[in-house]
């Protein structure tokens, strides 16, 4: 069973920077096309960036410019690095691995908090 672990959130002033981390395992996350999504209080779960395997990107109206998502194949990993970071960038954050309609998978997420 695969298994996808975010990692790297906190907490960080507005204008700051996080690198958020989607390791995977048993499964190649290279294959997939991972997305992180962000769920802030209240609200529903919204899609923040996205990457496919042949590492075409796509990203939310609010985030372009500020966020980059890219891959390590080699790590197993997805990054969301996250510059400017504003207060509305508050949010539990999560990436899934998509390869098929059977095979889907959620992290647990990861808490981002921005706050002066």
């Known amino acids: 069973q695969a298994q996808f672990l975010e990692s790297g959130g906190g907490l960080v002033q507005p204008g700051g920077s996080l690198r958020l981390s989607c390791a995977g395992a048993?499964?190649?996350?290279?294959?997939?096309?991972v997305s992180w999504h962000r769920q802030a209080p209240g609200k529903q779960r919204e899609l923040v960036a996205s990457i496919t395997p042949d590492t075409s990107t796509t990203y939310a109206e609010s985030v372009k410019g500020r966020f980059t998502i890219s891959r390590d194949n080699v790590l197993n990993t997805v990054f969301l690095q996250m510059n400017s970071l504003k207060l509305e960038d508050t949010a539990v954050y999560f990436c899934?691995?998509?390869?098929?309609?059977?095979?889907?998978?959620w992290g647990q997420g990861t808490q981002v908090t921005v706050s002066s």
């Open positions: 048993g499964m190649r996350a290279g294959a997939a096309t």
């Open positions: 899934n691995a998509h390869y098929d309609m059977d095979h889907s998978f």
